[in-house]
């Protein structure tokens, strides 16, 4: 995200279980990112999407809601209007009918 200034990483196939929020530190930096991980609840690390988020968007952070392991939402304050940003993890061709 350094590198290339992003403010905002959208996350997939992340193999995490659970749904968390944790911050992480920037290497030698006083600034921090924010992970937001929905990931799936039954132990399997499948799937998984998610956010990073740079310290500047951080205080714009209204809320971000899961819909399930595969899509989840963040909603950032702007200045006319607010954002939302949705993130997916669609299965490949090789899945079956039911993912």
Known sequence: MNCYQADVLCLSEKRLNGVSEETLPVRDSDNSYLFLNSGVHDGSGDHGVGFMIGHHVQKTLL?????????????????????????????????????
């Open 63 to 99: 809320a971000w809601d899961r819909v399930n392991p595969r899509i989840a939402r963040l909603r950032l304050k702007g200045r006319l209007f607010n954002i939302s940003i949705i993130t997916v993890y669609a299965p490949t061709r090789l899945a079956t009918d039911t993912d």
